[in-house]
Structures are given as structure tokens and as C-alpha cells.
């Protein structure tokens, strides 16, 4: 029998474009936290799987979440995670919802507008989001905002890996209405530069997701955990500075993503950022004014 952890990609959470569980969680949350990435990068790693048919995919998610729901103990990922929601009475509900959304991404390969895609955001980016703050036990009155931003950090990926995944995968994430306004089409995703229709479409869409920036910015003020409300300083500070690249440059051609020194950089000014905003001057910078 294959386990699920033997089909993984390599990936951990220090490739991730945006912090996972870094250090300025306590100590005390990160091994919760760390459990569900492992769950979800493993689902992940096997509904991208280059040489596994969509049933067997299926099937190694459906066997994943007896794992994680005890019907079965196949997987360790699953065992793990189960054995850790157990011990802080938290619900499977999330990491149920990710799995949701690894089957669409072997079923579903196109999506017609915005909906469906925030559809889509709404299983395969919210519930992280709503996870950690339920490990900080934290507020349900913290989730829209955290909604807004874990939305927004799924859709750069989109932007960021467009071309890669229509090549590798035939999967398409960029709303096809917002193609078929800008009068191109997903052919135009396999060139190695975006054509100008393609490049204004692309833009529109990091525009809107810019908008998603804004509506997570108070998130932060809303968390009582000083460290928690760190971490999404700099992780929404790092998705302003993404988000504004992909709004003026070809992510079929161009580096779109933050080197090592830049990612430094840039999350130092969430730190401080968020430091600032704690010590009492809240909203001191708005989106508007965090530059790429």
C-alpha cells in the first residue's frame, strides 16, 4: 500500500511563499499548526500528482480523511493531525474543507468568474485562516477579515504559478470571463511572454485582489495574541508587496517572486508595522500607502 506521505513532492513549509508558523508564533501553537500543514501539503502533493489518475486521487483523499477522522490509521498525516485536534478539542472541519477543495482541483479545471473562484478560496485558502485562529483561540468575529486575506495570498499563487499550472496540470484559476473581456483566452497562458490582452487581464485581476488586501488590513488590531498579530503584519505586508508587482509586471516572464533578501526586508517592515500599530497608533499606515 502507498501512504500518502510516500507520493510527496519535497515542498515544506519554508518553500511556502508566505511565513508558516514562523517563530514569532509561540512556541506553544506551532506544533498544532505545523500538524495541518503537513496534512494539507500532503493532499496538496497528491491532487497535483503528475502520474496518478483522477480516481486514485480521489480515492488516497478519501483514505487521508478516514485517517484524520479515525476510520483508519493509513496515513500519518492524518493520525497526527487527528491526534492533535483531539487534544484541544478542535473541530476536523477545516482541514475537511481543504480536502474539498484538492478534489475540485482534480475535477474542476476552469473557472467561469469571480465567485466561483472565491468559491473555491472559500475551501482552499479561508479555513487555514480560521484554523490558526482557532488554535489562538481567538475570535469568529476575526474571520472575515482573515477571509479577506487568506483569499487574497491564494489568488497571488494563482497569478504567480498561471502559466505552470495550465502547462503541468491544464488547470486554469484566472476567471475565464475576465480572459474573455480582456478578449484573450487560456491558449495565450503557454507563451513565454504574456500577450498585451493576457497582461491586462492578469492586472485586473491582482487589482481586485489588492481590493481583498484592504478589507484584511484591520486583522491584525483584532487579534488579542501580540505574536499572532505579528505573523499576519507580515504576511499581509509581504502580500502588498506581491500583490503590487503582479499588478505591473508579466508573471509569465518576469520574477514575481520575493528573493531572500527582499522577503527579509519586507517582513521586517510588517514587524515594525505591526509593532507600531500595537503600541497604540492603529491604522498608522493604510494599504494605500505600503508600496511595493
Request: charged letters at 25%; hydrophobic letters at 45%; proline letters at 5%.
Amino acid at each position: 500500500m502507498t501512504t500518502a506521505g510516500e507520493l510527496r513532492s519535497g515542498k515544506g513549509h519554508r518553500d511556502e511563499n508566505f511565513p508558516v508558523a514562523s517563530h514569532l508564533v509561540h512556541p506553544r501553537f506551532r506544533a498544532p499548526i505545523l500538524a495541518f500543514y503537513e496534512f494539507v501539503r500532503v493532499a496538496d502533493d497528491i491532487a497535483d500528482h503528475a502520474e496518478l489518475v483522477p480516481e486514485k486521487k480521489l480515492a488516497l483523499l478519501d483514505r487521508l480523511e478516514g485517517s484524520l477522522l479515525g476510520q483508519n490509521d493509513a496515513d500519518a498525516e492524518g493520525v497526527r493531525l487527528r491526534a492533535a485536534l483531539t487534544e484541544r478539542s478542535l473541530t476536523p472541519r477545516h482541514a475537511q474543507d481543504l480536502l474539498d477543495a484538492f478534489r475540485l482541483d482534480v475535477t474542476k479545471l476552469r473557472y467561469a468568474n469571480w465567485d466561483e473562484l472565491m468559491h473555491y478560496c472559500s475551501l482552499s485558502a479561508m479555513p487555514v485562516g480560521r484554523y490558526v485562529l482557532d488554535v489562538h483561540g481567538e475570535s469568529r468575529a476575526t474571520w472575515p477579515a482573515s477571509d479577506a486575506i487568506c483569499a487574497a495570498l491564494q489568488i497571488i499563487n494563482h497569478i504567480q504559478d498561471c502559466r505552470n499550472d495550465f502547462r503541468n496540470l491544464d488547470r486554469v484559476y484566472v476567471p475565464l470571463d475576465y480572459m474573455a473581456l480582456a478578449g484573450t483566452n487560456v491558449a495565450a497562458l503557454d507563451a513565454p511572454r504574456a500577450a498585451p490582452e493576457l497582461l491586462a487581464c492578469l492586472h485586473k485581476l491582482a487589482a481586485r485582489t489588492a481590493g481583498l488586501l484592504r478589507d484584511g488590513y484591520p486583522l491584525p488590531d483584532q487579534i488579542r495574541d501580540f505574536r499572532l498579530s505579528l505573523e499576519i503584519s507580515v504576511i499581509h505586508r509581504l502580500a502588498w508587496s506581491l500583490v503590487h508587482t503582479l499588478m505591473a509586471r508579466d508573471p509569465l516572464h518576469d520574477k514575481v517572486h520575493l528573493k531572500s533578501l527582499g522577503f527579509a526586508g519586507v517582513g521586517m517592515l510588517g514587524v515594525l508595522n505591526g509593532l507600531w500599530r500595537r503600541l497604540g497608533r492603529r491604522g498608522a499606515v493604510s494599504p494605500e500607502h505600503q508600496g511595493a
